[in-house]
């Protein structure tokens, strides 16, 4: 028998064995992905919610909720949101904010619209770009990714939705499906509640600034709502970026979902080759895989 059939990881040139090539890991994905694998950040389709903390910039997704984000930016441009509070933070779940008052006192809505139907799913075709999760989805027929969003899909039905992933932005609404429209809004700062999928308008995503959320303080009421006024904290203004000066945006570019680094970069997040597993699963689900952004 030959040296190289007793070496096969190994091939011979001049007499020096040399290693087979490293199996990728996120980190080289990334540092091989050219300048088209990125897309800059649409300022229409942005928001920036303004904390004494820090800002925290959502990106929305007019594909999957096109009522609802029209009408938060609506919401937006008349200062709707301007010196409301973060009212509820419950522990693995959501932080949620909008007007505390129900009463006299609450906050009026002059251009925008109380109350949209519900945008659960959207229709979805042959051509619309998505890139599927290579090991199927317990809430759904498929799940994957679309347009920078993690999302979910039914072909039988030909309908479409956000997935209830780490930073997904939603609508807080009553029992009626139709009693939401945005003035209420929560991101989810937790393991990824899938059973709001279809239940609630998931309309886009925290792309920076979640730790300014997940880190809040939680609260001690039902649901993780604050029982005292002081302890609710200070929105100091919601703005879409277009409306903002450009030398004040954050300048921010997010992965592409619809190019082969991006499946590279599934392929890395599904098996872990870096040396610190010990257990490479070999499995993913559709909320596991971040979304760089740079």
């Known amino acids: 028998m030959g040296l190289a059939a007793l070496t096969p990881l190994h091939a011979q040139t001049g007499g ?26 649409d300022p229409e389709n942005t928001l920036y919610l303004e904390l004494g903390s820090g800002r925290v910039v959502i990106e929305l997704a007019p594909a999957f909720a096109p009522n609802h984000a029209a009408n938060v930016k609506a919401l937006a441009r008349e200062g709707y949101f301007d010196g409301l509070t973060i009212n509820r933070v419950q522990d693995n779940y ?30 979805s075709s042959a051509s619309t770009p998505f890139t599927l999760s290579p090991d199927g989805d317990v809430y ?30 939603g609508t807080a609404r009553g029992n009626g499906a139709d009693s939401g429209g945005g003035a209420q809004l929560f991101v989810v700062i937790g393991h990824a509640p899938r059973h709001l999928d ?6 886009g995503r925290v792309v920076k600034g979640i730790e300014l959320l997940s880190t809040l303080p939680r ?31 954050t300048a921010l570019q997010v992965l592409r979902t619809d190019t082969p680094t991006f499946r590279s970069l599934i392929a890395a997040r599904r098996t872990r080759t870096e040396e610190w597993f010990k257990y490479p699963v070999g499995r993913i689900e559709v909320c596991n895989v971040p979304i760089p952004t740079k």
């Open 16 to 41: 020096s064995p040399t290693k087979a090539p490293a199996a990728p890991t996120q980190a080289s994905v990334l540092a091989a992905a050219s300048a088209t694998d990125w897309r800059t950040l």
């Open 198 to 203: 279809r239940n609630d308008t998931a309309l």
């Open 140 to 169: 759904a027929a498929e799940a994957g990714w679309s347009g920078g969003f993690p999302v979910a899909r039914d072909p039988k039905s030909g309908r479409a939705w956000i997935t209830h992933c780490y930073g997904t932005l």
């Open 94 to 123: 959501v932080a949620q904010w909008g007007d505390a008052n129900e009463g006299s006192g609450k906050r009026a809505i002059r251009q925008a619209k109380p109350a949209l139907a519900a945008e659960f799913d959207v229709a």
């Open 219 to 249: 609260g001690a009421g039902a649901l993780g709502f604050y029982e005292k006024p002081e302890e609710r904290v200070a929105i100091r203004s919601i703005r879409v970026a277009a409306d903002v000066p450009p030398a004040e945006r």
